[in-house]
């Protein structure tokens, strides 16, 4: 997950200091030091927790104060991480979502549900407008095609359209599926 806007960031500071203070409030209680494995599994836990977020506002910070004055590289390891790269783009441009809706003449809040859903609502022509509203351009890209992958969608398919049938055709049995 990535911080979207300054609301998101303000709110993963709050629950920074949140973790950070209940791990110094585990590391001080005695009670819970008699069981150790407990008191590590609840401090593992927060950790967790606070790595995430730090590593969160981390590259929000640098996005927020990135040089405009040189291009930016964001890196976008797969198809699925180009709505992060999106966000990552109109946050380092300093563009609020309504700036960006001003740019495509859209409603900021159309571009909000686009963040939202990380560009689920959004189609292919739309997603193209939007990088170049925010002068994305890709350098070069590499696809990558799995025939296992085919195969084993196709399997799946095949599965699910013959389960599918089966309720049709058997609408008043109840089925339990393992």
Request: proline share 2%; glycine share 2%; hydrophobic share 35%.
């Amino acid at each position: 997950m990535i911080i979207k806007n300054e609301q998101q960031y303000q709110h993963s500071l709050d629950w920074l200091q949140r973790f950070e203070q209940s791990i110094a409030e585990l590391d001080s209680n005695e009670d819970l030091k008699a069981e150790p494995k407990r008191c590590q599994l609840h401090r593992d836990s927060y950790q967790s927790q606070v790595d995430d977020l730090k590593e969160q506002i981390t590259e929000y910070e640098k996005l927020i104060n990135c040089d405009t004055s040189t291009p930016l590289k964001i890196k976008i390891n797969s198809l699925n991480k180009l709505p992060d790269g999106l966000i990552k783009a109109r946050i380092a441009a300093k563009m609020s979502q309504q700036e960006l809706a001003d740019i495509l003449g859209i409603d900021e809040q159309r571009v909000k549900e686009y963040e939202d859903t990380d560009y689920q609502s959004a189609s292919f022509g739309e997603i193209l407008e939007v990088s170049t509203a925010l002068g994305v351009e890709f350098e070069a890209a590499t696809m990558q095609v799995d025939f296992a992958e085919i195969e084993a969608v196709k399997k799946s398919v095949d599965k699910w359209r013959k389960e599918k049938m089966n309720i049709i055709a058997v609408p008043n049995q109840v089925r339990t599926f393992s």
